[in-house]
């Protein structure tokens, strides 16, 4: 992960400010793996290899990622918390509660959804249920929406 996402996370930093809904999760889900030495801090652009780059998306957090995957021609987006729900392709400009800067979330969000349309790019998001990925389509001529043309083989 960032610097940044680091930095968000770690209740260690002095002025750090407990967010109720996020308490415990630098304890019981990221210190073990630092502890581990297991950390690999990366920033926008890095090449885990040919086929992934890690990609900034902020808006969820400050230092939040996507993750590109290529195979040859074709090209997948793992898309972390930068979309949480299906609801948001036809309402992209819908927020998540979770979203800490819901104006840039959006707009990244918005911008991974148009490169995944006009690109043919697999949609590959976190949080969406079986059949979990699909391809976008940009539809309508009044304002951003999407839909998805789900990837069920």
């Not at 770690?10 to 630098?26: E, K, L, S």
Request: hydrophobic share 40%; glycine share 8%.
């Amino acid at each position: 992960f960032t610097k940044a996402e680091l930095d968000r996370w770690d209740d260690r930093q002095p002025g750090f400010v407990t967010r109720p809904i996020n308490q415990f999760v630098f304890a019981d889900s990221i210190l073990p793996v630092i502890e581990a030495g297991q950390v690999v801090l990366v920033e926008d652009g890095h090449c885990v290899d040919d086929a992934l780059t890690v990609e900034a998306a902020p808006g969820h957090t400050c230092g939040h990622v996507k993750i590109r995957v290529k195979s040859g021609e074709r090209e997948g987006m793992f898309t972390g918390d930068t979309i949480h729900h299906p609801i948001q392709l036809p309402y992209p400009k819908l927020c998540s509660t979770f979203d800490e800067d819901p104006v840039q979330a959006m707009h990244t969000r918005l911008a991974m959804l148009e490169e995944c349309a006009s690109r043919n790019i697999l949609l590959l998001p976190t949080h969406f249920a079986d059949p979990f990925s699909c391809w976008i389509e940009a539809k309508g001529t009044a304002g951003p929406s999407y839909r998805a043309i789900w990837n069920h083989g």
